[in-house]
């Protein structure tokens, strides 16, 4: 199958600082980026989808200034959290759809963030 | 809007015994369904997908079903083992040019030795 990378894959930081999230396809060309998010004991809910060199799509109720998308490359997302607070700490997955590929979808280990 | 319900939330079961895992979705005009596997503080496996064509899938000791009419699906996992521990979650994808998915939150299963 095809390798997704994460970094980091967990992160502490104060409320009011801003964090990255890095998603790389180790092996493969994504089109497009589907980054997810995952409260405990809860479903992963989409936050948006990014095609590579254009903006991102967001889901309703998800700040875009807040959490601002980048897919630069076929190899390499980035996922910023800007401003943080604590009620932004959960699991966040990113999901690349290969090009070709239509059926497959991989997932990346995700990174946990908290926020205090 | 689509939504994904799994029944029960947890499980736990001697090693050996065969597993039953449900999942039901609102909205029956689905692409296809997924069944995934997430070990704690880790990402997802996809086990099986089915298509919305298909009645079933099979891989090893996993079979899925899929009942698109009533809006069901179940994993079974026979002859469970320790090592099966684990939450697993299914997903509805919508249609072939909409890759996104709905997920459900999971069954959290715990294999006893």
């Known amino acids: 199958g095809a390798v997704v990378s994460q970094h980091p894959s967990w992160v502490i930081c104060k409320s009011g600082t801003s964090v990255k999230i890095e998603c790389r396809s180790l092996?493969?060309?994504?089109?497009?980026m589907f980054w997810y998010r995952q409260f405990p004991k809860q479903s992963l809910m989409l936050m948006a989808t990014?095609?590579?060199?254009?903006?991102?799509?967001?889901e309703q109720g998800v700040e875009k200034d807040k959490f601002l998308i980048n897919h630069a490359s076929l190899t390499l997302s980035t996922l910023t959290v800007t401003s943080a607070h604590p009620e932004d700490s959960s699991f966040y997955i990113c999901?690349?759809?290969?090009?070709?590929?239509?059926?497959?979808?991989?997932f990346g280990p995700g990174t946990r963030l908290l926020v205090l | 809007k689509q939504e994904v319900t799994q029944i029960p939330a947890a499980l736990s079961v001697p090693e050996g015994e065969n597993l039953v895992l449900n999942c039901s979705f609102t909205?029956?005009?689905?692409?296809?369904l997924q069944w995934f596997r997430q070990d704690p503080g880790k990402g997802l496996t996809s086990l099986l997908l089915?298509?919305?064509?298909?009645r079933e899938q099979t891989s090893g000791r996993l079979n899925a079903s899929l009942d698109k009419s009533s809006g069901r699906s179940t994993l079974y996992i026979a002859a469970s083992q320790p090592g099966d521990s684990a939450t697993y979650l299914c997903?509805?994808?919508?249609?072939?040019?909409?890759?996104?998915?709905?997920f459900g939150a999971g069954t959290t299963v715990t294999v006893r030795a």
């Open positions: 997903a509805v994808g919508k249609s072939s040019n909409d890759y996104k998915l709905s």
């Open positions: 999901s690349p759809r290969l090009a070709g590929r239509k059926e497959t979808q991989y």
């Open positions: 089915i298509q919305s064509s298909q």
């Open positions: 909205d029956s005009a689905i692409y296809n």
């Open positions: 092996d493969f060309q994504a089109t497009t």
């Open positions: 990014s095609n590579e060199g254009s903006k991102a799509t967001y």
